[in-house]
């Protein structure tokens, strides 16, 4: 494994310990020319929503580098990107709305362990 691939690994695992739920991996490398990888993942409130983006920012701090990140709990879609890796943090009716493993459904799918 690839300090990307890695890094997918724990937030993937970071996630899932954390409550989140669906959460998908897309590899969008082929498709996209800002991002290799794709990370959604559905919060169950607004303020869980807030807490996963907080620990996402607080536990990869000495693992890889923070870009920028966008929206917050009220508007449903929080965005945190760490350039190669773009996480999709939504609740259920925006990530339904949007519909981004639509969009990118010609991504593959990473399977995480």
């Known amino acids: 494994m ?3 691939e890695d890094f ?10 954390n ?3 669906n959460i998908v991996v897309l590899n969008v490398r082929e498709l996209c020319s800002f ?14 929503l807030k807490h996963l983006k907080e620990l996402i ?3 990869s701090k000495q693992r ?3 870009h920028h990140v966008e929206g917050n709990e009220e508007s449903g879609w929080i965005l945190i990107d760490f ?10 009716e925006k990530r ?8 990118w459904g010609d991504a593959k799918r990473t399977k995480i362990s």
Do not use: M
């Open 2 to 4: 690839n300090k990307t």
């Open 8 to 17: 997918i690994d724990f937030v993937f695992h970071l996630l899932d310990e």
């Open 19 to 21: 409550k989140a739920s």
């Open 35 to 48: 991002s290799d990888y794709f990370l959604l993942a559905t919060a169950q409130s607004p303020l869980h």
């Open 57 to 59: 920012e607080i536990e």
């Open 64 to 66: 890889y580098v923070l």
């Open 83 to 92: 350039f190669d890796i773009i996480i999709h943090l939504f609740l259920k």
């Open 96 to 103: 339904d709305f949007y519909s981004l493993e639509y969009l």
